[in-house]
């Protein structure tokens, strides 16, 4: 058997004889394939669970073939990355959750006994706990798969013993459930603990210092990347702006999701946040458009800000004109909203230039100066000065390897 490795840029590597890796371009296609399938199986089962679609329902799909799709690619392309991996993993540990909650609660909730392995089914539905464990190791090894220093390995080994806790103390109730062949589910195959829980035991006392520990260990992944972005520069720093910005709208999206959670649209504006963090971490390990991030930043809060001045303006003008001026309301919302729409252009133009003086600053030096170029452009009458100008702004701007100037001679 012959294999062909690559490296972590995505060129060949040494050849490997009579050795068969795991980790490869196939491993990641059949995972990928696996993952349709519990998809599908989920669907399925969840309609014959009387729930309709749940995993159809609020872009669930959708956010998990997110997930998928970049942890496919970036173990394609990387397979020495372990984040491609973990992404696949987390995402079919999760399936793998669901399905078989939804077939334990078809044998134990709703009465269909003797589905063949329906124990196991219900054994296996804890295994979200470990997939929700595994992804925030991700942010600690973004972007290349290693840890920055040794250290971070002893940080790593607390992180699974506490895991391990946390884990036994979320599986106990399933094992004890079916070791007593006591099983009663919810409708997403949960066990219902009975009245006896370990609620003081020692066990108890584990899962909470586990679980503090797990807490504190997250922090610190999130603040080894902050300080890492401090110290950053050049292409380094643009792949930990993807990761923050990522991180940063998922945030604000779940945030913006509960506040409209009476609303029909909170499950898709929570699967457009969900998504975000997949797609800036595959974008960021993948260096592709790296250096648009600074553009989609301020474009980002330009119109944010943009928006949130305008719909302060609509709603400020409409009770005016409506509780102080007795206007009908039909007139007040035409007025506000002629009023909002002319505000538009003007707004966005100054918003966007603030914005980019401060979080875009490359754009907006290159604005400045081919403005201030073209303003000395209008008065320059020798040919020399103008080529020199001109060749100056252009490497101030675009930074090229090389310039020519060429002139075309009529005659």
Not at 92 to 117: E, K, N
Not at 256 to 263: D, E, L, N, W, Y
Not at 290 to 295: E, G, K, P, S
Not at 320 to 338: C, D, G, K, N, Y
């Amino acid at each position: 058997m012959r294999l062909v490795t690559t490296t972590e840029a995505g060129e060949p590597g040494p050849v490997t004889p009579g050795r068969f890796r795991l980790t490869s371009p196939v491993t990641a296609t059949v995972l990928g394939v696996l993952t349709v399938i519990l998809t599908a199986a989920g669907i399925m089962l969840s309609i014959l669970d009387h729930q309709g679609s749940i995993l159809g329902s609020g872009g669930i799909v959708p956010v998990a073939l997110v997930y998928v799709a970049v942890g496919i690619i970036v173990a394609r392309r990387q397979p020495g990355n372990p984040i491609g991996w973990i992404l696949i993993t987390f995402i079919l540990l999760f399936l793998l959750s669901a399905v078989v909650g939804f077939y334990a609660s078809l044998d134990y909730r709703l009465g269909h006994h003797g589905l063949p392995l329906a124990p196991v089914a219900v054994l296996l539905q804890p295994l979200w706990a470990p997939a929700l464990l595994m992804f925030p190791v991700v942010i600690l090894l973004f972007p290349d798969g290693r840890l920055a220093s040794r250290r971070w390995r002893r940080v790593l080994q607390v992180y699974a013993v506490a895991g391990a806790l946390a884990c036994a103390a979320v599986f106990s109730p399933a094992v004890t459930a079916v070791a007593r062949h006591d099983v009663r589910v919810d409708a997403f195959g949960d066990v219902i603990s009975g009245g006896n829980s370990h609620g003081g035991g020692p066990l108890a006392v584990l899962e909470v210092l586990g679980l503090g520990a797990i807490l504190v260990i997250w922090v610190s992944f999130v603040a080894h990347q902050v300080l890492s972005w401090r110290r950053a520069a050049g292409e380094r720093r643009q792949q930990l702006k993807w990761l923050a910005s990522g991180a940063a709208l998922s945030v604000g999206v779940i945030a913006v999701s509960f506040g409209i959670s009476s609303t029909g649209v909170a499950g898709e504006v929570l699967a457009i946040g969900l998504a975000a963090l997949p797609v800036g971490i595959g974008v960021g390990i993948l260096k592709y458009r790296l250096y648009d991030i600074d553009r989609i930043i301020s474009r980002t809060l330009a119109y944010a800000i943009v928006t949130g001045v305008l719909v302060g303006v609509y709603a400020g003008l409409v009770l005016l004109a409506t509780e102080v001026l007795r206007l009908h309301s039909t007139v007040a919302v035409a007025a506000a909203t002629l009023a909002a729409a002319a505000l538009f252009n003007p707004l966005r133009r100054r918003v966007q230039h603030a914005v980019d003086r401060r979080f875009n600053r490359a754009r907006y030096d290159a604005d400045e100066a081919v403005a201030a170029f073209a303003s000395r452009l209008k008065d320059a009458v020798d040919l020399d000065s103008v080529r020199d100008d001109l060749t100056g702004v252009i490497r101030q701007t675009l930074e090229p390897a090389h310039l020519s100037v060429w002139f075309s001679r009529d005659g």
